[in-house]
């Protein structure tokens, strides 16, 4: 028997036998628990393209002492091939002597077996720096978009996601191997333990996006993700998160819904005249509402005419035997279409977001009542009341103002 199809047969019992190490190993004949331990490792974690070298003669085998370093030295299967291909002409020896010398990462220079290919440039870089610095980036006073470290291109949307998501994705699987990480603190934590962390990371790039969006009525190309693109204007700004009324990002905090969050702007020549060196500060981004400027804002109720104050949370406002939405301010259904599906436009939007189907003109059902039959606009043929605050006329079914307004 090929050594190959050994390693495959003990891989094939281990999990059959739900990696139970002694149950597997009665279904093996003529092998040790050590010899079993490695051939478990080895199969699980070396690239194929590389194990089958192990069957090869002369010069060309790979023997199972460095199949097994390689496997544990190095987690992401195309980084060992990156590396393997660059010494498979070399002796056993030479190749134990190089492959030290081949886990510099370009970025912190440390050495390091878990690094991942960048899909613009195809540059391998340790998961540690790009983790780092993607978390810089997106807690900065100014965001300018997720760019490469080492091209400057635009980070696709896609990759980004892998990454901060990666326990879901079964092609970076080999990431659950790595124990242990620095955070952009230097803070050794535990990999796994910083899942909720990288979770909340993704929620707030994706927060700030949206909103950024909102704000220069545009939308980021999925394919590109390149926020440079999507904020160009005559007059070029710095897009920034208000810092006080903004979750804070802590090691410990649980999944945090990020739809409260606000970006402002400043125009770039406002803090870069003269030529002079741009200092940003976070009091820059302040939103009025933390700066205290902000107006009470006062709508009405377009069944009855209450007036009403903008509430602190849930946008779905219940009034009496009605419900109607504080952001579009029209007329919603009493039920869960109403109440969630007319604020949903992907991850993490919700009755809590500042923003909804009708007010972005989103691409699908908007479950706005054409007609009423509550107790107030079953009396006007089921019309609804002009949004101008102060009128109290109804208005043809499917206009917004009434004829006077």
């Known amino acids: 028997m090929l050594l190959t199809e050994k390693i495959r047969e003990c891989c094939y019992y281990y999990s059959l ?24 490792k080895i199969g ?19 023997t199972i002492g460095f199949a097994e370093k ?3 030295t190095i987690y992401n299967p195309d980084f060992q091939l990156q590396i393997y291909d660059q010494i498979s002409s070399l002796s056993n020896k030479e190749k134990k002597e190089k492959l030290p010398t081949l886990l510099d990462c370009l ?12 899909p613009c440039c195809n540059t391998f870089v ?27 291109v635009p980070i696709k949307g896609g990759f980004i996601k892998k990454m901060l998501l990666s326990r879901r994705y079964p092609m970076l699987k080999w990431m659950n191997n790595i124990k242990y990480l620095r955070d952009c603190q230097g803070r050794v934590f535990e990999h796994t333990s910083k899942k909720t962390y990288y979770q909340n990371l993704l929620r707030k ?10 704000i220069v009525s545009n939308n980021i190309d999925i394919e590109t993700f390149d926020f440079d693109e999507l904020v160009q204007s005559d007059e070029p700004k ?20 990020y739809n409260s969050l606000k970006v402002t702007t400043i125009d770039k020549q406002c803090v870069n005249g003269e030529g002079n060196i741009v ?10 509402t933390c700066k205290g400027e902000e107006e009470v804002e006062i709508k009405k109720c377009p069944h009855c005419g209450v007036r009403t104050l903008k509430p602190d949370g849930c946008n779905y406002v219940v009034c009496k035997d009605h419900r109607w939405c504080w952001i579009c301010n029209e007329r919603l259904e009493i039920n869960h279409n109403g109440h969630n599906v007319h604020y949903w436009m992907g991850p993490g939007t919700g009755p809590y977001s500042d923003e909804c189907r009708q007010s972005t003109n989103y691409d699908a059902p908007r479950f706005i009542l054409p007609t009423c039959n509550c107790n107030y606009c079953h009396r006007h043929g089921g019309k609804r009341l002009c949004k101008t605050l102060e009128c109290n006329n109804r208005c043809k079914v499917g206009e917004e103002f009434c004829g006077k307004c």
């Open 126 to 152: 340790c998961v540690e720096c790009l983790y780092t610095h993607m978390d810089t980036i997106i807690n900065d006073i100014a965001f300018v978009g997720i760019k490469c470290p080492c091209c400057n």
């Open 107 to 118: 970025i912190c220079c440390e050495k390091t077996g878990h690094q991942i290919r960048l």
């Open 205 to 214: 790039l994706l927060a700030i996006i949206r909103k950024t969006e909102r």
């Open 70 to 72: 390689l496997a544990t």
């Open 44 to 62: 699980e974690m070396l690239e194929y393209n590389i194990l089958i070298d192990l069957d090869k003669k002369g010069k060309s085998k790979l």
């Open 17 to 40: 036998c739900d990696k139970n190490v002694t149950k597997a190993m009665t279904y093996v004949d003529s092998i040790s628990r050590v010899t079993f331990n490695k051939y478990v």
């Open 238 to 257: 710095y897009f920034g998160v208000c810092q006080e009324c903004c979750p804070s990002m802590t090691f410990y905090r649980p999944v945090h819904n």
């Open 279 to 288: 200092v940003l500060n976070s009091d820059m981004f302040k939103c009025k």
